[in-house]
T-cell receptor, first 111, second 110 residues
Framework: DVKVTQSSRYLVKRTGEKVFLECVQDMDHENMFWYRQDPGLGLRLIYFSYDVKMKEKGDIPEGYSVSREKKERFSLILESASTNQTSMYLC??????????FGAGTRLSVL | GNSVTQMEGPVTLSEEAFLTINCTYTATGYPSLFWYVQYPGEGLQLLLK?????DKGSNKGFEATYRKETTSFHLEKGSVQVSDSAVYFCALSFFNKFYFGSGTKLNVKP
């Protein structure tokens, strides 16, 4: 079975903290993605990666960075968390089939 | 550019009612089209897909037909169940990049 694992289901952080969201997939997929999901806005792409050490900006990269040191792991970094980054974060991976497989999500609250 | 528009929810139906969730798209080429479902507290799961015009995707009693002439991919089910209560997302994929609609919440009452 396909598996995408996000390290935390719920996180509470303070404004200004550096936050790491981790995502691991066990399917040897080249492509990995980070989205945020907000009510009424659907899913918005933050960053994606087509290969190890490769990254590309999505539609809303401001305030975020990513790291892909190994094929199976894609990390999202909030350099200095702000309250407007309170959201649900979803990680996904895909291969040539073009189907994206999603993790369960991390609900982040920034106070 | 590429985008997806789907009907706003929530949609509330009684069990065994007929379901339609409308989805239209704008694309610069010939995308693949998808419906994903998100159950409470979970990530998105692929429900069905279609990769070219006139293809019909189907799964678990749901179906959708890729209509190029109307740029639509409406989701239908003949008889919904309480267990179908979830948020449904229409999406298109073009050159390995995905574009999602805003999601439609479906509530099915017994």
């Amino acid at each position: 079975d396909v598996k995408v694992t996000q390290s935390s289901r719920y996180l509470v952080k303070r404004t200004g903290e550096k936050v790491f969201l981790e995502c691991v997939q066990d399917m040897d997929h080249e492509n990995m993605f980070w989205y945020r999901q907000d009510p009424g806005l659907g899913l918005r792409l933050i960053y994606f990666s087509y290969d190890v050490k490769m990254k590309e900006k999505g539609d809303i990269p401001e305030g975020y960075s990513v790291s892909r040191e190994k094929k199976e792991r894609f990390s999202l970094i909030l350099e200095s968390a702000s309250t407007n980054q309170t959201s649900m974060y979803l990680c996904a991976s895909s291969f040539q089939t073009n189907i994206q497989y999603f993790g369960a999500g991390t609900r982040l609250s920034v106070l | 550019g590429n985008s997806v528009t789907q009907m706003e929810g929530p949609v509330t139906l009684s069990e065994e009612a007929f379901l339609t969730i409308n989805c239209t798209y704008t694309a610069t080429g010939y995308p693949s089209l998808f419906w994903y479902v998100q159950y409470p507290g979970e990530g998105l799961q692929l429900l069905l897909k279609a990769t070219k015009a006139d293809d019909k995707g189907s799964n678990k009693g749901f179906e959708a037909t890729y209509r190029k002439e109307t740029t639509s991919f409406h989701l239908e089910k003949g008889s919904v169940q309480v267990s179908d209560s979830a948020v449904y997302f229409c999406a298109l994929s073009f050159f390995n990049k995905f574009y999602f609609g805003s999601g439609t919440k479906l509530n099915v009452k017994p």
